[in-house]
């Protein structure tokens, strides 16, 4: 059984950091393309960005040169290292898997999490 759980959301001013986790089971991790998409309230889900398989990555212009994100896949997580949040930032964040996926569509991503929210005081 696949499973996605993300932890390390919270509450945070303006200028701070967080440390996303999301620890996956049931699949071949190493394999698995991960990305982190955000929802903010009354707004669409959209990409934050992508770790693919290979390492190679890929962030939405609004979160580069801020966020990073790492794989394990030892330890078959994903983690997003978010530096300098903005209250723009604040969302429910979401990791999700595909099999030897690099897409940045949430219609690319077979499996996901329940979120974890991240709030982003000004």
């Known amino acids: 059984q696949v499973q996605l759980v993300e932890s390390g959301g919270g509450f945070v001013q303006a200028g701070g950091s967080l440390r996303l986790s999301c620890a996956t089971s049931?699949?071949?991790?190493?394999?698995?393309?991960m990305a982190w998409f955000r929802q903010a309230p009354g707004k669409e889900r959209e990409l934050v960005g992508i770790?693919?398989?290979?390492?190679?990555?890929y962030y939405v212009d609004s979160v580069k040169g801020r966020f990073t994100i790492s794989r394990d896949n030892a330890k078959n997580t994903v983690n997003l290292q978010m530096n300098s949040l903005k209250p723009e930032d604040t969302a429910v964040y979401y990791c999700?898997?595909?099999?030897?996926?690099?897409?940045?569509?949430?219609?690319?991503?077979?499996?996901w999490g329940q979120g974890t929210q991240v709030t982003v005081s000004s």
């Open positions: 770790i693919s398989w290979d390492d190679s990555t």
């Open positions: 049931g699949f071949t991790f190493s394999v698995y393309g």
């Open positions: 999700a898997a595909k099999y030897l996926s690099n897409g940045r569509r949430e219609s690319d991503y077979d499996h």
